[in-house]
């Protein structure tokens, strides 16, 4: 029994000497919540970022930390994938993300959620049911085969600082809803026709936009 107990006791000793040895993202548990853990994230679960932090985030999309999954919630998820599958480029992201962010504030076409904004027909290309695009984008969630593929843990948190994000920090007015890419026309020659008479915009804050790329439009009814 003696020889038992001290057996016990060197097992504990061992096993709590491992816990502080352990790298501290190391998980141990899984969530409550059962959301993914993803390793280097920034904030806490179910945590509101601050001004300081959204601004950070956003002046520098390139360099964004990854969230931890427990704040992404189903309109953020939307607003990621309408950004994802515009542009992989980040600092695009976002101004696509203010775009989508504007449409659901002011009620477009009549969308008061992001599933609705961008579901809506015939205005996210990537979206149109009958595009083998759709499925896929659709498809990207918060599970470990999503959040393997290549910047999409960024772009999640991209998405989650635009969402929670001051007005501030807004790079173009809130009457800016819409934008088109050259890369996505058939002829890129050829305007589409709700562009023809208006002039793009220039978004503040120090953006490299190629406006071979993109192009943002305000007033636009």
Not at 14 to 19: F, H, N, Y
Not at 56 to 83: C, F, K, Q, S, Y
Not at 88 to 94: A, G, L, S, V
């Amino acid at each position: 029994m003696y020889i038992a107990r001290k057996a016990i006791g060197w097992c504990s000793l061992l096993v709590l000497l491992a816990a502080f040895l352990l790298p501290g993202r190391t998980v141990l548990a899984p969530p409550s919540s059962g959301n993914v853990c993803v390793s280097g994230e920034s904030p806490s679960p179910f945590a509101t970022p601050s001004y300081e932090e959204t601004r950070a985030a956003l002046l520098n999309p390139w360099g964004i930390r990854p969230v931890h999954t427990g704040n992404i919630d189903e309109g953020t998820l939307w607003l990621a994938r309408a950004m994802f599958s515009e542009s992989k480029r980040h600092d695009e992201q976002e101004l696509v993300g203010w775009v989508v962010r504007n449409r659901v504030e002011s009620e477009h076409r009549g969308c008061n959620s992001y599933r609705s904004c961008v579901l809506d027909p015939f205005q996210f290309s990537a979206f149109i049911e009958s595009y083998p695009t759709s499925s896929y984008y659709i498809g990207l969630d918060l599970s470990p085969s999503s959040l393997r593929i290549p910047g999409w843990k960024k772009t999640l948190a991209l998405a989650y600082h635009i969402r929670h994000a001051d007005d501030q920090l807004r790079p173009f007015p809130r009457a800016v809803l819409h934008f088109y890419s050259e890369q996505s026309l058939m002829d890129p020659e050829v305007l589409p026709e709700w562009a023809r008479d208006w002039t793009p915009i220039t978004p503040a804050r120090d953006f490299q936009l190629d406006e071979g790329r993109f192009r943002f439009y305000s007033g636009i009814p």
